[in-house]
Each structure stands twice: as C-alpha cells, then as structure tokens.
Antibody, heavy 123, light 111 residues
Framework: QVQLVESGGGVVRPGRSLRLSCVAS????????FYWVRQAPGKGLEWVAL????????YYADSVKGRFTISRDDSKNTLYLEMNSLRAEDTAVYYC????????????????WGRGTLVTVSS | QSVLTQPPSLSGAPGQRVTISCTGS?????????VHWYQHLPGTAPKLLIY???SRPSGVPDRFSGSKSGTSASLAISGLQADDEADYFC???????????FGGGTKLTVL
C-alpha cells in the first residue's frame, strides 16, 4: 500500500537549519509531483513547496521563498525539504503529500499524505 | 486567516445528516476550480474524501458527498457514525494567489 513517512523534525533555534525527509513506498515514486504542507499550532493548513514529477519545476509559498528548498531523489524514493534561516513562525507540523492533479491547471489535490513531523523553532 | 472559510465546529447525533460549508470567492471556488475534502484525525495522515467537488475515491462510503453553489462548496455526511468524529478541511486553487488554498478546518463531534 502507498505510504509516505516524514522524518527530520525537532527543536531548532531561530536562524538555524533543518532538513526534512519523506520516504515513499508502495508506488512508483517518479510518477508524481509532491507538496510539503504545514500546519502551525491552532492554525489551518498552508502549502509550503511543490516539486513536479520530474523535478523540473519547483514552486514555493511567499512565506518561505529564498529560505526553503524542495528536492527529490527518485533513486531513494525520497522527498526533501531543506529549511534555512528558520523563524518562530515556521513552527508547525510538516506533511508531505502526493499530488494527483496538476498545479498548472489548478487541479492539484492529494490522495496520500504522511503523518507529519513536528518542527519547533524556539530559543 | 484561511482563504477558504469553514465553521470551526459542528456536531450531530448518530444517524443524522450534517453539512460542512466551505466559502471562498470569485478567485477560487467561484472561478470554477475544483474543491477537495479531507478527513483528519490528529496524529494520523489526512484522508482524501472528495475530489473535484463531487467525486469519491474508491473505498470512501457514499455517505460522503460533495456539492458546490456559486462561491461555496459543501461536504455532506449522512448516517453519521461515531468514527466520523474528526477534523474536516476543504482545499481548492486560487488564481490571485497562484496556488493551493485550504479551509481552516471543521471539528465534527458525534454526540
């Protein structure tokens, strides 16, 4: 069965870096685009970054542009999120999600998600 | 402040029908972009319930249905069951923001 498992979360000081991973199994990883989506405590969901199925296009939310980098390694069935210059407002549960729509046509939606990994940015 | 507005909480008795609303604007739902609904229990992976406004993935019971009118969409749950108690959130696309948007989520309590 399809599984997405995130890891790499933890407590980090403001200004520091962290790398999240999402290991996929149960399907052909290269089929699909993926998103990172986060949920801050008591808040709604917010998309963070997206990467196309071939890694050819990447998009970022304004709130993380220039600080976060999404990437994928199809040989390891793994999605990454490199987070630099972390701020208190980046504190959230981070989910990876498989996109079975198409960003360009505005039909992105997610048929599988991971359970999330908690990132806490605090001094 | 989420771009899509949902009621924060809702409740219903077993067997009842409840409807969760998701209100957007002419840049998202009103522009014709599809609405997708998810069920989320804390600590677990969100589950896709409805995609493209009215379609159900295989395995999702037909007690769950979606609809849309103007700039709003709705998720209806009929024959409410105890294990329907969860958070539900809607998702669409916004042309002015050029990206995916989410509702703030609705916590459904089964009395």
């Amino acid at each position: 069965q399809v599984q997405l498992v995130e890891s790499g979360g933890g407590v980090v000081r403001p200004g520091r870096s962290l790398r999240l991973s999402c290991v996929a199994s149960g399907f052909t990883f290269s089929c699909c685009g993926f998103y990172w989506v986060r949920q801050a405590p008591g808040k709604g969901l917010e998309w963070v970054a997206l990467i196309y199925y071939d890694g050819g296009k990447k998009y970022y939310a304004d709130s993380v542009k220039g600080r976060f980098t999404i990437s994928r390694d199809d040989s390891k069935n793994t999605l990454y999120l490199e987070m630099n210059s972390l701020r208190a407002e980046d504190t959230a549960v981070y989910y990876c999600a498989r996109d079975v729509g198409d960003y360009a046509s505005g039909t992105s939606h997610f048929d599988h998600w991971g359970r999330g990994t908690l990132v806490t940015v605090s001094s | 402040q989420s771009v899509l507005t949902q009621p924060p909480s809702l409740s219903g008795a077993p067997g009842q029908r409840v409807t969760i609303s998701c209100t957007g604007s002419s840049f998202n739902i009103g522009a014709g972009f599809g609405v997708h609904w998810y069920q989320h229990l804390p600590g677990t992976a969100p589950k896709l319930l409805i995609y493209a406004t009215t379609s159900r993935p295989s395995g999702v019971p037909d007690r769950f249905s979606g609809s849309k009118s103007g700039t709003s969409a709705s998720l209806a749950i009929s024959g409410l069951q105890a294990d329907d108690e969860a958070d539900y959130f809607c998702q669409s696309h916004d042309s002015s923001l050029s990206g995916v948007i989410f509702g703030g989520g609705t916590k459904l309590t089964v009395l």
